[in-house]
């Protein structure tokens, strides 16, 4: 607490608490002249006073508001990252992920578990990204089939073209977004 502070603490308002209520219990015809100019002077002091604080106050609320803010966005972009996008982009050019045909769902064979794994938890966090990449990815699944032995047609490497270069847009703006953060 800077020296102002502590002067106007603890000398000013217990004087002017003292001062106010001498005032208050004085009948008003004894009243002198120099305590009701003491009162207001010290009715100015205080609201000054009052007036400084609240404005320190404010200052304060906004940057911790904007810090909360800060630490949410944060928050949002790191689960972005690591439960949607990072998988994504680590898996860029694995045909065993990304394939025009699907895996038998009951299958055994952990390569078709994995496959199905992986595509379960990215449609599950798949509302944690933009619109771009949710469009994207809607795109590539439309241009997806059920039969195992498909084989990509132009559509689909479209699609997954432009997934591709989706995500990896995708993955630089929320490094470059997280490390303005902080």
Excluded: C
Excluded at 49 to 62: D, G, H, N, P, R
Excluded at 104 to 126: A, G, T, V
Excluded at 151 to 163: F, I, M, R, W
């Amino acid at each position: 607490m800077n020296p102002m502070r502590k002067w106007l603490l603890f000398t000013i308002i217990p004087l002017s608490i003292a001062i106010v209520i001498t005032f208050l219990t004085a009948p008003h015809d004894i009243k002198p002249l120099w305590l009701q100019a003491w009162g207001t002077i010290v009715l100015v002091v205080v609201t000054i006073f009052y007036v400084t604080s609240t404005q320190e106050l404010a200052k304060v609320s906004k940057e911790q508001i904007e810090m909360q803010y800060k630490f949410a966005l944060r928050e949002q972009l790191m689960k972005e990252m690591d439960l949607l996008i990072a998988p994504l982009f680590s898996n860029i050019g694995q045909n065993n992920i990304f394939r025009k045909g699907s895996y038998y769902i009951d299958s055994s064979i952990p390569r078709e578990k994995e496959y199905h794994h992986f595509w379960s938890q990215i449609k599950r966090n798949i509302y944690r990204s933009t619109p771009g990449v949710q469009n994207a990815l809607s795109h590539y699944f439309n241009n997806k089939t059920d039969d195992v032995r498909a084989e990509p047609d132009s559509g689909y490497n479209e699609a997954e073209k432009s997934l591709y270069n989706v995500i990896r847009q995708r993955y630089s703006e929320i490094n470059d977004e997280l490390s303005k953060l902080f």
